[in-house]
Antibody, heavy 129, light 107 residues
């Protein structure tokens, strides 16, 4: 079955960097994307960005643009999120998710959508002085 | 602020029907996906596209879209359906923001 296993919790000081890993199994890693999502304590889900494991194309949320780098290693089926210049508001549980784009033509107006089909267990990143 | 708007909280009596909505201009051009999250757990996909349920999700869950509003309906809500529900949809810049989430309470 599909599994995404993330690295362990991290405690960092403001201004530092963190690298979270997400090892996938149970599917052909390079055929899908990986979406990163975070959730601050007591808050909702926040989309962080996406990477295609096939092409390496990326898309980042404005809040992390310029500070985040997403990469993949297809030889180990692992995705990475590198976040630099950490701030206290980066404190959150970070999730990776296997993502796939679809196009539904069954209705009168065909539309696309993305499914986050399986999620990692989450990695708590705490930023505090 | 989120580009997708959800009601913060909804309640439903056990066995009754509840509809949760997600509003946003991007829903005119793209379908939403819906995720259920229970305390201390990772989210789980419960609905996507026009009305596509992943395997393992009970058929009491259904989805629909009209104009700028996507809906997730639970027909005959069960106690185990309690949790937070988030919609997610592509926007015009190719990003995929989440709605603010709806906390569902089953009474």
């Amino acid at each position: 079955q599909v599994q995404l296993v993330q690295s362990g919790r991290e405690a960092k000081k403001p201004g530092a960097s963190v690298k979270v890993s997400c090892r996938a199994s149970g599917y052909t890693f390079s055929h899908f994307g990986i979406t990163w999502v975070r959730q601050a304590p007591g808050q909702g889900l926040e989309w962080v960005g996406w990477i295609s494991a096939y092409s390496g194309d990326t898309s980042y949320a404005q809040k992390v643009q310029g500070r985040a780098t997403m990469t993949t290693d297809t030889s180990t089926s692992t995705a990475y999120l590198d976040l630099r210049g950490l701030r206290s508001d980066d404190t959150a549980v970070y999730y990776c998710a296997k993502s796939q784009d679809y196009f539904d033509t069954s209705g009168p107006s065909p539309k696309g959508f993305r499914r986050l089909e399986a999620w990692g267990q989450g990695t708590l990143v705490t930023v505090s002085s | 602020s989120s580009e997708l708007t959800q009601d913060p909280a909804v309640s439903v009596a056990l066995g009754q029907t509840v509809r949760m909505t997600c509003q946003g201009d991007s829903l005119r051009n793209y379908y939403a996906s819906w995720y259920q999250q229970k305390p201390g757990q990772a989210p789980v996909l419960v609905m996507s596209g026009k009305n596509n349920r992943p395997s393992g999700i009970p058929d009491r869950f259904s989805g629909s879209t009209s104009g700028n509003t996507a809906s997730l309906t639970i027909t005959g809500a069960q106690a185990e359906d309690e949790g937070d529900y988030y919609c997610n949809c592509r926007d015009g810049s190719g990003h995929h923001p989440f709605g603010g989430g709806t906390k569902l309470t089953v009474l």
